[in-house]
T-cell receptor, first 111, second 113 residues
């Protein structure tokens, strides 16, 4: 079956660094996506990984290990506006394109 | 990146009625999808909207309940038919532009009373 696991909730302090983990077990793998979703809004695309390693985009970085079925999203210099849900999604096959989503991690940033 | 316009943004509907949600993309995209997000939960794929042919539905979703159209590469509609309170949810349109990016519309918040 298809399974994507993330922690349900995390709390961190403004200015700190937080790492949100995602593990997956899918029938195939053709890329992993991270999205940010603020309450009442649509998901916003953050990053895409298909090869092993770290992808950096400003304060956000995403890491992938395909052999371990593992990814993380790293948020640096946390700001209050980073309080949101973070969704991990796997595309299991290239030809279908569809994404399978984890349950999301709600991050609360405290002053 | 593609810009996706979805409407209506929200609606309150009577049970037994139907609502059609529209999704317009500002550029041609290869793939379009419809998702549902129930309160406090993650996204569940309803179907892949195929251009010029019938949509491909995921397990638990059927065409009679969620008919989908995609007449061209920039537009799709999802109809929620014969609504019940259990259909109250956020419905999201998604479009893929190449293999590395997948975007969402702003969503339609549906309440069935």
């Amino acid at each position: 079956g298809q399974n994507i696991d993330q922690p349900t909730e995390m709390t961190a302090t403004e200015g700190a660094i937080v790492q949100i983990n995602c593990t997956y077990q899918t029938s195939g793998f053709n890329g992993l996506f991270w999205y940010q979703q603020h309450a009442g809004e649509a998901p916003t695309f953050l990053s895409y990984n298909v090869l092993d390693g770290l992808e950096e985009k400003g304060r956000f970085s995403s890491f992938l290990s395909r052999s371990k079925g593992y990814s993380y999203l790293l948020l640096k210099e946390l700001q209050m506006k980073d309080s949101a849900s973070y969704l991990c999604a796997v595309r299991d096959r290239a030809n279908t394109g569809k994404l399978i989503f984890g349950q999301g991690t709600t991050l609360q940033v405290k002053p | 990146s593609a810009v996706i316009s979805q409407k209506p943004s929200r609606d309150i509907c009577q049970r037994g009625t139907s609502l059609t949600i529209q999704c317009q993309v500002d550029s041609q995209v290869t793939m379009m999808f419809w998702y549902r997000q129930q309160p406090g939960q993650s996204l569940t794929l309803i179907a892949t909207a195929n251009q010029g042919s019938e949509a491909t539905y995921e397990s638990g979703f059927v065409i009679d309940k969620f008919p989908i159209s995609r007449p061209n590469l920039t537009f799709s509609t999802l109809t929620v038919s014969n609504m019940s309170p259990e259909d109250s949810s956020i419905y999201l349109c998604s479009a893929h532009q190449g293999p590395t990016e997948a975007f969402f519309g702003q969503g339609t918040r549906l309440t069935v009373v």
